[in-house]
Every structure is written in C-alpha cells, then in structure tokens.
C-alpha cells in the first residue's frame, strides 16, 4: 500500500504523533524526556516552529505545531533521528526507536474551535491513559511532562521560547495571569469530571454526517472544517500532479527554511571571519574554520552533512560526519579567534 503524501506549505498546523517501534518505551526515565524536549527545542530553532501543545506518554507523544515554513518532513526527519542516536548512545541500544513513520494530522488551526479541541485532547491525554486519576483528587497538572505543567501554567517568562501559550490563552480567551491560569486548570479538570467515558475524554464526538476523512484526533488526515479539507486536497493534487524533475527539487528546496536560513547564516559567519566564497575553495577540508561554520550550521539548521560537504567544499558527508565527531570545539575557536574574526568572537 503506498504511503499518504504529506502535505506541507507555509503557516500550516499539525497535530503530530509517534508510538514506539512494537509500542515500546520511548523514555525509560524522566533524563529521557528532558533530552526530548531539548530535541525539541533545537529543532524549532532550525526550523522556525512553534509548539502549541505537547505531552509525553510512555510509549508515545502527541505535538500541536506550526510550521511557519513547508518544512514538517525535513525538521520530523531531523528530531526523530536526533531523538534516536541520543537514546540509543544513553541506554546502549541500536536500531530504531520509533515504529511506523510518524503521524501527522492537518489542523485547521486558525479556527478556535478545532484549535481549542486539539489543545484540550492533548492535555488530557493522560487522564484517558490513567496516568492521572481526577477520583483520587488529582489534576490534570500533576502530570509534569506537557505543556500544561511545563507552560500554560507557568509565567511568560519561565516557559520556553518555542512554546506558543499567549496565542493558546488568547484563542481560549482566557487571560495569561495567575487567576487565569488556574482557570485553565479548574476548566480541564471540570471537563475531564463531566465526561463518563475517560476513553474518549477530550475526544469529539462527530455528527454521522460528517466526511469520514475528518479525524477525530487519533485517525483520519485532517481536522477543520469541510472547506479546509477541499482547500488541503488541492494543494495535495499540485503535490501529485508536479512533475519531480532536478531543476523543480532544487527549487522547492531553495524554499525551504533550512536552507534558506542556512544560506543566511553562512553568509553571516564568513563575514564576521572575514572569508569569501572564494577562500573556502582555496581551503583545505581539515581547516578549523570550515569545521566551526559546518559546526554553526549544524547547530541552528536541518541542512544534512551532504549539503555542507558540498557547500563548505568538505569532499564528503562522510568526512563531514567523522571530522566534526572528533573536532575539540574548544581548541578549534581558541585556534581561531583573533586570527580571522572581524570581532575576535564566533
């Protein structure tokens, strides 16, 4: 069976979600969940996203995002397997950690109702899991790892950069202080109370004549209403239709906020070290300043080691791979600094 097509354009919303390979553990301890959100973090600073919503289960994870640029495969591809190879390297384990490729649900996110539903389904999570027992006197907050402990219950100033809680709050017309913060608590517990069947807390419950493609969160491919759906099936008919020749890759890839981004900053770093794109053809593929703009680059975008190796005239991914895996950063800029640095800093 061949695989659904993702969708990607600018200012689309996702609700994303990814289950472990047999449905095994993704985080053994909670060391793993904070590497996850750190995962996390620097992807949306490669990428430009922004998290509206997010919980950690035991098995599996639920994300809101947007993504002011097309650019959902690229960074997906880039978290996951980041998430991978630190997993692995901490537990010495091998092989992949995710199972079926991720799932990814369009989200008609400017319209509040669908934006607060999927909030709201994300939260509750682990009141449908069990993990949260609201007949015991517990709350929904007292599950540490979502965005409802880790930022809409927090002050502005304490939650992460990459978090979207004012826009959550404004859609909610809730206000972003302290009262209004544990109303946003009292008003998810309430709900969660008020619904007999936990299984579906949170769930909507859709009319039977609604097109069936619509998801309820956990099937289907997108969530809004039908127009949305029209509108998301002609940008994917242009996906399908697009002739896939090497001059219309290129292209589309120029479009993208990796590269895009990367092409910015590279051209920043070579004139903060006062080098031009003639130097880098002149330089060896072991000279300390490819390494520290290859490091750079890495850091803050998507961009594979291919590109790099390409862009930086670093002979192979490969080379590109082993050099900075035994690169002393430190020496490197010591080596650096004051030699090319039009302000002695990188």
Not at 100 to 111: A, C, P, T
Not at 269 to 293: A, G, I
Not at 295 to 314: I, M, P
Request: aromatic share 8%; net charge positive; hydrophobic share 35%.
């Amino acid at each position: 069976m061949a695989r659904s097509i993702r969708i990607e354009f600018e200012g689309a919303y996702y609700h994303v979600m990814a289950r472990g390979n047999r449905r095994q553990a993704i985080f053994v301890n909670d060391d793993d969940r904070r590497f996850f959100l750190g995962a996390l973090g620097e992807v949306c600073v490669r990428t430009g996203w922004r998290v509206h919503a997010w919980v950690l289960m035991g098995n599996h994870y639920h994300l809101f995002l947007e993504t002011p640029e097309a650019n959902l495969v690229a960074g997906m591809s880039w978290f996951q397997n980041t998430y991978t190879r630190r997993f692995n390297v901490r537990h010495r384990e091998w092989g992949r950690l995710f199972g079926d490729r991720y799932k990814s649900i369009l989200v008609e996110g400017e319209q509040p109702q669908y934006y607060e539903t999927l909030l709201d389904y994300i939260h509750l999570n682990p009141v449908r899991a069990g993990i949260v027992d609201l007949s015991a006197g517990q709350s929904v907050l007292d599950h540490r790892w979502s965005s409802l402990a880790g930022g809409y219950a927090l002050a502005p100033g304490k939650r992460a950069r990459w978090m979207a809680c004012e826009e959550g709050m404004k859609i909610l017309e809730i206000p972003d202080t302290v009262s209004g913060r544990r109303k946003l608590v009292e008003r998810l517990d309430r709900q969660a109370m008020e619904e007999k069947e936990i299984e579906r807390c949170g769930v909507p419950l859709l009319p039977e004549e609604v097109d069936a493609r619509c998801s309820h969160l956990r099937r289907g491919w997108y969530w809004g209403t039908q127009a949305f759906s029209e509108k998301m099936l002609k940008i994917g008919n242009k996906i399908l239709r697009r002739q896939r020749s090497r001059g219309y890759r290129s292209a589309n890839e120029r479009k993208a906020h990796n590269l895009n981004e990367a092409e910015k900053i590279l051209q920043a770093c070579l004139e903060k070290m006062n080098l031009s794109e003639r130097d880098l053809e002149s330089m060896k593929s072991s000279d300390q300043r490819k390494l520290l703009l290859a490091v750079e680059l890495r850091k803050r975008t998507v961009v594979t080691n291919g590109w790099l190796a390409e862009r930086l005239q670093l002979k192979s991914a490969a080379n590109v791979s082993q050099r900075l895996r035994t690169l002393d950063l430190k020496k490197a800029r010591r080596s650096v600094a004051g030699k090319s640095m039009s302000d002695g800093s990188f």
